[in-house]
């Protein structure tokens, strides 16, 4: 009876083996990335998770409207941001639906809490905690990293070599930047950003001949980034809120109130109908183009959020607070600018170039002009409307060409 039965089991897996393989499957491999499929709620969920930090380092910058605030908020800032990108870069490429896929967002998930919780001291006394736990993350990411590039093909282990590399880089610095004085501390983050970035940039461009696969911008990576900054906006409305329970109601102050909602609005509508939701050009410099365009449009973004604390909670001033004016002036320009330089990236700017170039020319004078507003310093009401009119520029000569040409896409001004 043993002879009958031992080829049969010898022939079938295991149980363990059958769950294992239907659980938690390897890492997908480079070159096989989905070119379609949808977003999926686990996504959905770690990137709110990474909104609540970004929601602590704006409250913060609310609180601490400075050079020094905006120094520290710009390095928290980049940091939180890299490390979205990464970790979602690597779901995208090498993610399944599974148990593994589970487990890796949760692992992050557990160290993003208590880095959340350190931002709003980041630059003094929790910045040795906030250093520890941002060198933890990064370490997990280059874990992460690492065991999916054992299934590497030829072609990609370069530009993995140097991805993993220079996580584990950034982890070590982070972890070291613990043991600095305060000021150097930030310092550090702030040039770490910027190498970070330099090296992400140059593993894209430089990808090997037949890897530009692993590269792809897909519709689902479009939409995470699209969320992002939906979910960013909505720090503008929280700022409001915030200014305007800590006030006492009364008509001036709630007109301040919808005036800056109607600014948030703003930034949504110029990025939404002139770069979200739309393709970049399959080109390493395009797509690096679009991916790093988007860090200085979601920081801007959510600066402004907290810039208009202040605007409302001080609605009756004869002129706006001249830290408030800068920042959210100056926030403002940069999302203008910012959607511009991800619309170049688009395939829409060479196929409609009659609407993007004189598009990109309004969005600059637009982005001086809001400097120039914010050196003025109107009342905060009086730069709310100013700011208002300046969103609407790009916007109008979108309608016009849109008016010009009957037999464009109607969903969309530009057509």
Not at 60 to 74: D, N, P, Q
Not at 108 to 132: D, H, M, N, T, Y
Not at 176 to 181: D, I, N
Request: aromatic share 8%.
């Amino acid at each position: 009876m043993t002879d009958e039965v031992a080829p049969a089991a010898a022939g079938e897996p295991t149980l363990w083996r059958r769950l294992r393989r239907q659980l938690w499957q390897p890492p997908r491999a480079h070159g096989d990335q989905p070119s379609e499929r949808i977003v999926g709620p686990l996504e959905l969920f770690y990137d709110l998770v990474v909104v609540v930090l970004v929601a602590q380092a704006a409250h913060h910058l609310a609180g601490k409207l400075s050079w020094r605030g905006l120094g520290e908020y710009a390095a928290v800032f980049g940091l939180v941001w890299i490390a979205w990108v990464n970790g979602s870069l690597h779901h995208e490429l090498h993610g399944r639906e599974d148990a593994r896929a589970r487990s890796t967002f949760l692992l992050q998930i557990l160290v993003l809490v208590p880095l959340g919780a350190f931002i709003p001291e980041a630059g003094g006394p929790r910045g040795a905690a906030f250093a520890v736990t941002a060198g933890s993350l990064f370490a997990v990411l280059a874990m992460l990293w690492l065991l999916a590039s054992r299934g590497d093909r030829p072609e990609y282990r370069r530009s993995s070599r140097l991805f993993i590399t220079g996580t584990v880089c950034c982890a070590v610095i982070l972890g070291t930047s613990a043991l600095f004085p305060a000021d150097a501390r930030v310092w550090t983050w702030g040039l770490l950003d910027l190498a970070y970035l330099a090296g992400l940039a140059v593993v894209i461009l430089r990808a090997a001949p037949g890897a530009a696969a692993t590269l792809t911008v897909t519709d689902a990576l479009i939409e995470r980034f699209g969320l992002l900054i939906i979910i960013v906006l909505g720090e503008t409305v929280t700022g409001v809120v915030s200014g305007l329970a800590a006030e006492p109601v009364s008509a001036l102050t709630i007109a301040v109130a919808l005036i800056a909602v109607v600014v948030g609005f703003g930034a949504w509508w110029t990025y939404f109908d002139f770069a979200g939701h739309r393709e970049p050009r399959r080109t390493p410099a395009a797509t690096a183009q679009w991916m790093l365009a988007h860090l200085p449009l979601t920081a801007a973004v959510a600066a402004m959020g907290a810039a208009m604390v202040s605007l409302v909670e001080h609605a009756h001033a004869a002129r706006t607070d001249e830290a408030t004016a800068w920042v959210l002036c100056s926030a403002t320009a940069v999302v203008l600018l910012s959607t511009m330089l991800v619309a170049a990236s688009l395939e829409a700017w060479h196929s409609k170039r009659e609407l993007y170039r004189p598009l990109s020319r309004i969005c600059a004078a637009v982005a001086l002009a809001c400097l120039v507003l914010g050196a003025a310093r109107p009342a905060p009401l009086a730069l709310g409307l100013v700011l208002v009119l300046l969103f609407s520029a790009p916007w109008g000569f979108a309608v016009s060409h849109r008016l010009r040409r009957p037999g464009a896409n109607p969903e969309q001004p530009g057509g």
